[in-house]
C-alpha cells in the first residue's frame, strides 16, 4: 500500500501579537505539556473554538471543517501559517494569503514561476518535513500539511500533538486514506475549503473558475483527437513503481488526451513488472520528477538501456515527457499539468 510520499528516488486581518516567548528544544517538552495555559495566558488565537468560547466571532465565522477524521472549528481566519511540503504552500500563495505564511517546508520542485517571489520571501524551516519543535518555534496557529508525512506521529509531528499546543491542522484531502477514485474535483473542493478556513471564499471561487477555464480550453483543442497510451515512471528497477487508477495523475492524462496503461491498478501508486509494461505498450512515458528519486536524465538513461524494453513504442522512439510530481497533487497545479501534458501528447493541436 502507498505510504502517501514518493519513493526515494482583500488585506489581511491584523496578526495578533504573538506570546512574549521563543521555545527552544530545551524548553520543547515543558511547552507542549503546558500549552493550554501558555496559549491561553497570552491571549493567541487558535482555530479550535473552545479556546475562544468567549470571544465574538469574526465576520463569516465560525467555521467548522471536517478533515480526515479531525473536525475543526474556526472563530476567525488562522493568522500564522506554517505549509508543511510545497503544494499547500502554492495553494495558500495562489489565494493571496502570503503575509498570513509564517514558514514553510520541503520545497520538492521549481515553484510555479507567478508564485516564486511570494513563496522566497516566506522563511524556510527545513529542507524536508521540519520537527515538531522547529514548527512550534514558528508559532503558529495553523499547520497545513501536504502528504501525510507532514503529520507523522512516529517523528512527533502528530495531529493530537499540535492540537495539544493549541494549533489547528489541515491534511490535503488527497491523503486521508479515502478509497475512493481522485479526479479534478478534489482540486476545486480543496481550494474553497482552505478559502472557508481563511475567509477569502470569493478568492477561492474565482480560483476555481480559472482553472476550470484552463481545462475548458484545452478541451475544446483535443476535440476528435484519439487517447495515447502513456506509462508514468516514478522509480524502480526490478520493477517499476507507477501510478494506479486511484490517483489523480490517471485523472489528468484523461483530461489531456491520453490512457494511463496501468488505471486498471486499484492504487494511487503501486508496483508493476516490466512485462506488464512490455505488454502494455505504450507510445509515451511520463517520468514523475521529484527530489530523492534520482534525475529525469538518469532514469531515462535506465529505460533507454533496457533490452527488454527496446521494442517498446515510448522507448523506440524515444518520447518521454517529464511531470513535476507536484503538479499530480490536489492543489492548483493540476490544471497547468492537464495543459502541459496535452501539448506533449498532441502537439499538433496546438501550434
Excluded at 497545513?144 to 512527533?156: C, I, L, P, T
Excluded at 474565482?206 to 515512471?233: H, K, N
Excluded at 529505460?303 to 513504442?313: E, G, I, K, R, Y
Aim: net charge positive.
Amino acid at each position: 500500500m502507498y505510504d502517501g510520499m514518493p519513493r526515494p528516488l482583500p488585506t489581511s486581518p491584523a496578526r495578533p501579537r504573538p506570546c512574549p516567548r521563543r521555545l527552544t528544544r530545551v524548553a520543547v517538552s515543558l511547552a507542549v505539556a503546558l500549552s493550554a495555559t501558555l496559549l491561553a495566558g497570552c491571549g493567541s488565537s487558535q482555530g479550535d473554538a473552545g479556546d475562544k468560547a468567549s470571544a465574538p466571532a469574526a465576520k463569516g465565522f465560525p467555521v467548522t471543517v471536517d478533515n480526515c477524521g479531525t473536525r475543526t472549528t474556526h472563530r476567525e481566519p488562522p493568522s500564522r501559517v506554517v505549509t508543511i511540503h510545497q503544494h499547500p504552500a502554492e495553494l495558500m500563495l495562489a489565494l493571496g494569503l502570503k503575509d498570513r505564511m509564517v514558514g514553510t517546508a520541503y520545497p520538492d520542485s521549481a515553484v510555479l514561476p507567478q508564485y516564486r517571489k511570494d513563496f522566497e520571501a516566506v522563511p524556510e524551516l527545513a529542507k524536508k518535513e521540519p520537527s515538531f519543535e522547529t514548527v512550534l518555534e514558528a508559532e503558529p496557529d495553523f499547520v497545513y500539511g501536504g502528504y501525510g508525512s507532514a503529520f507523522a506521529e512516529n517523528e512527533g509531528r502528530s495531529r493530537t500533538a499540535f492540537a495539544d499546543a493549541g494549533i489547528s491542522t489541515y491534511l490535503n484531502r488527497e491523503y486521508c486514506g479515502s478509497k475512493k477514485k481522485l479526479s479534478m474535483e478534489d482540486t476545486y473542493a480543496e481550494i474553497r475549503t482552505i478559502g472557508k478556513i481563511f475567509g477569502v471564499r470569493d478568492r477561492a471561487e474565482a480560483l476555481v473558475s480559472g482553472l476550470e477555464r484552463r481545462i475548458d480550453r484545452t478541451q475544446r483543442a483535443l476535440e476528435g483527437a484519439s487517447d495515447v497510451p502513456v506509462f508514468v515512471y516514478d522509480s524502480g528497477d526490478k520493477a517499476a513503481f507507477t501510478a494506479g487508477g486511484k490517483g489523480l495523475g490517471t485523472e489528468i492524462i484523461r483530461l489531456a488526451g491520453g490512457r494511463n496503461v496501468f488505471s486498471d491498478l486499484d492504487e494511487v501508486f503501486g508496483d508493476v513488472s516490466w512485462e506488464q509494461v512490455v505488454d502494455r505498450r505504450p507510445e509515451v512515458i511520463a517520468i514523475y520528477d521529484y527530489a530523492g528519486a534520482g534525475s529525469v536524465e538518469r532514469k531515462k538513461k535506465f529505460l533507454l538501456s533496457q533490452p527488454a524494453l527496446a521494442d517498446v513504442p515510448a522507448v523506440k522512439n524515444k518520447r518521454f515527457v517529464v511531470v513535476p510530481l507536484t503538479s499530480t497533487l490536489v492543489g492548483v497545479r493540476p490544471p497547468y499539468a492537464v495543459e502541459d501534458l496535452a501539448r506533449a501528447l498532441h502537439p499538433g493541436r496546438f501550434r
